[in-house]
């Protein structure tokens, strides 16, 4: 009932920038929460970033400073702009909703994951 579609990760250079996207569609009610996690190869999925539909924001420390986690509510899409990027960032990127959702007549709780990117950066 709810998609999450993850776009704009690649390969980038140390101290590089790149926007990853995250556009949610299906028969949304509510976004709540709209998160950022990475999995780096052999290491568990971590937090990166948390937006609420209020506004406050989470970053984990290793990012603080260097990345900015938005969020257009009217497109239900949300974005992480990664500046300065190093070797460590590389990992698989995921978005993930948290929220509510439609099914039928019925107002349901929304957990959802995208697909995730690949974000790689290297010399």
């Known amino acids: 009932q709810v998609r999450l579609v993850e776009s704009g990760g690649g390969l980038v250079q140390p101290g590089g920038s790149l926007r990853l996207s995250c556009a949610a569609s299906g028969t949304i009610f509510s976004i709540n929460v709209m998160g950022w996690y990475r999995q780096a190869p052999g290491k568990e999925r971590e937090l990166v970033a948390t937006l609420a539909s209020g506004g406050s924001s989470n970053y984990a420390d290793s990012v603080k400073g260097r990345f900015t986690i938005s969020r257009d509510n009217a497109k239900n899409t949300g974005y992480l702009q990664m500046n300065s990027l190093k070797p460590e960032d590389t990992a698989v990127y995921y978005c993930?909703?948290?929220?509510?959702?439609?099914?039928?007549?019925?107002?349901?709780?929304?957990?959802?994951w995208g697909q995730g990117t690949l974000v790689t950066v290297s010399a």
């Open positions: 993930n909703a948290d929220g509510f959702y439609m099914s039928g007549p019925q107002i349901r709780a929304l957990d959802a």
